[in-house]
């Protein structure tokens, strides 16, 4: 099944991803109305899993295989308790601090011992980046930002990217001052399928992938700037500036902070496979995916399909993405599911995590 599958192939003993890069507003959008509900979540760093507590669940199941990204939710858990809205963002390295090893100290002693071990021993580069700054995807985006970028684009035509404009404008500038040939050559190298494997995700993701990355990125680039105004962006803004400026995701927001607080305790935190909780024999009514069919050969990708159908409640909805790897429902279970195609393209052209090709969102029947 998948979850020894891409164990056995990919590398899950730290952290991959210190922070999400899955748009929490068009999930929450795709989810639907659920309160009293039963959610569950690929962790991930938490974010997600967090965001999802919006919508006023009964529970949410946050799993993953990886301890890694289970300790990235529960440091988020005990900062939501132990800090203020701002201490918070200078944690997670939204904004500046000059403090954030003692708000470590202080979050690290509401976790458990080796939790708060697994923080301490990264203390340093906490101090520097926040915990959402230590995975290795953002380490991959540090480089990119810090050492490479600069060769292609200034630091005014960088900024100029983030003051809001009509559409006409910000297409004008991308094809007058960004899509220049030194931008074109950095984004053929830097996010080619064999440096991404290396440096940002794991090799074994791109097992099923036919096609070159950095074409489609470079095919997505025009949504993410042009589409979309990047001035609202906080993807965009970290991959090219290191941090998020006034843009924020959804579960780091102010208006949404204390709500997540006062539902911290409906997370339900699970170390493992998908397939655990489909074997538990519960029931659930959403579930975010993220990306995880990508991983898959197509043949696996129906069995957990199936078994996931099989863990659902009616009218339960489906929500996940493709980047490379083209994954929608299996001929063999399209008769149990509908596509909802209306929620799908409103996600589609307000996702702000530019870089995915396809958003899926499908109701069980």
Same mark, same amino acid.
Request: one cysteine or more; glycine letters at 6%.
């Given at each position: 099944m998948? @979850?020894?599958d891409?164990?056995?192939?990919?590398?899950f003993?730290d952290?991959?991803y210190?922070?999400l890069?899955?748009?929490?507003?068009?999930?929450?959008d795709? %989810?639907?109305?659920?309160?009293?509900?039963?959610?569950?979540?690929?962790?991930s760093?938490?974010? +997600? #899993?967090?965001?999802?507590?919006?919508? *006023?669940?009964a529970?949410?199941?946050?799993?993953?295989?990886?301890?890694?990204?289970?300790?990235?939710l529960?440091?988020?858990? #005990?900062? $939501?308790? =132990?800090? +203020?809205?701002?201490a918070?963002?200078?944690?997670?390295?939204a904004?500046?601090?000059t403090?954030r090893?003692?708000? %470590?100290?202080?979050?690290?002693?509401?976790l458990d011992?080796?939790?708060a071990?697994?923080? =301490?021993?990264?203390?340093v580069e906490?101090e520097?980046?926040?915990?959402g @700054?230590? @995975?290795?995807?953002?380490?991959? !985006?540090?480089?990119?930002q810090t050492?490479l970028?600069?060769?292609?684009?200034?630091?005014?035509?960088?900024?100029e990217?983030?003051?809001?404009?009509?559409?006409?404008a910000?297409?004008?500038?991308?094809e007058s001052?960004? +899509?220049n040939?030194?931008w074109?050559l950095?984004?053929?190298?830097? !996010?080619s399928?064999?440096?991404?494997?290396r440096?940002?995700?794991?090799?074994?993701?791109?097992?099923?992938?036919?096609?070159? &990355?950095a074409e489609?990125?470079?095919s997505?680039?025009?949504?993410?700037?042009?589409d979309?105004?990047?001035? *609202?962006?906080? $993807?965009l803004?970290?991959?090219l500036k290191?941090?998020?400026g006034?843009? %924020?995701?959804l579960?780091?927001?102010?208006?949404?902070?204390?709500?997540?607080?006062t539902?911290? *305790?409906?997370?339900d935190i699970?170390?493992g496979?998908l397939?655990?909780?489909?074997?538990s024999?519960?029931?659930?009514?959403g !579930? +975010?995916l993220? *990306?995880?069919?990508?991983?898959?050969?197509?043949?696996?990708?129906?069995?957990v399909?199936?078994?996931? %159908?099989?863990a659902?409640?009616p009218?339960?909805? &489906?929500?996940?993405?493709n980047m490379?790897?083209?994954?929608?429902?299996p001929?063999e279970?399209?008769?149990?599911?509908?596509? &909802?195609?209306?929620?799908?393209?409103?996600?589609?052209a307000?996702d702000k995590a530019?870089?995915?090709?396809d958003?899926?969102?499908?109701?069980? &029947?």
């Open positions: 998948s @979850g020894a891409i164990a056995r192939r990919a590398n003993d952290i991959r210190a922070q890069w899955e748009d929490a507003d068009v999930l929450v795709a %989810l639907g109305d659920q309160p009293g509900k039963t959610l569950v979540s690929i962790c760093a938490g974010d +997600n #899993a967090l965001a999802m507590l919006t919508l *006023d669940p529970r949410v199941v946050a799993i993953d295989l990886s301890p890694a990204q289970i300790a990235c529960s440091i988020r858990i #005990a900062a $939501y308790r =132990t800090l +203020n809205h701002t918070f963002l200078e944690l997670l390295g904004r500046p601090s403090r090893g003692e708000l %470590l100290d202080r979050v690290a002693r509401e011992t080796d939790t071990r697994f923080w =301490t021993a990264r203390r906490v520097k980046y926040g915990i @700054g230590v @995975g290795k995807f953002e380490r991959y !985006f540090r480089i990119f050492r970028l600069p060769l292609a684009q200034t630091r005014s035509t960088i900024d990217v983030f003051r809001s404009k009509p559409p006409a910000r297409a004008a500038f991308f001052r960004w +899509n040939w030194r074109k950095l984004l053929k190298f830097f !996010f399928n064999f440096v991404m494997g440096l940002g995700r794991d090799p074994a993701f791109f097992d099923h992938v036919e096609g070159s &990355l489609h990125v470079a997505r680039l025009w949504h993410a700037g042009v979309l105004d990047p001035a *609202d962006n906080p $993807y803004h970290y991959i290191g941090h998020h006034t843009a %924020l995701p579960a780091w927001r102010a208006e949404h902070f204390d709500t997540i607080r539902r911290l *305790d409906r997370l699970r170390c496979a397939e655990s909780f489909v074997a024999g519960e029931k659930a009514d !579930f +975010n993220s *990306d995880i069919f990508e991983y898959m050969d197509e043949r696996i990708f129906a069995d399909y199936g078994s996931i %159908l099989a659902s409640n009218d339960a909805r &489906l929500v996940y993405w490379m790897v083209p994954r929608r429902m001929k279970h399209a008769h149990r599911v509908e596509r &909802l195609t209306s929620v799908e393209e409103k996600g589609k307000n530019f870089f995915y090709s958003f899926v969102v499908e109701r069980v &029947l």
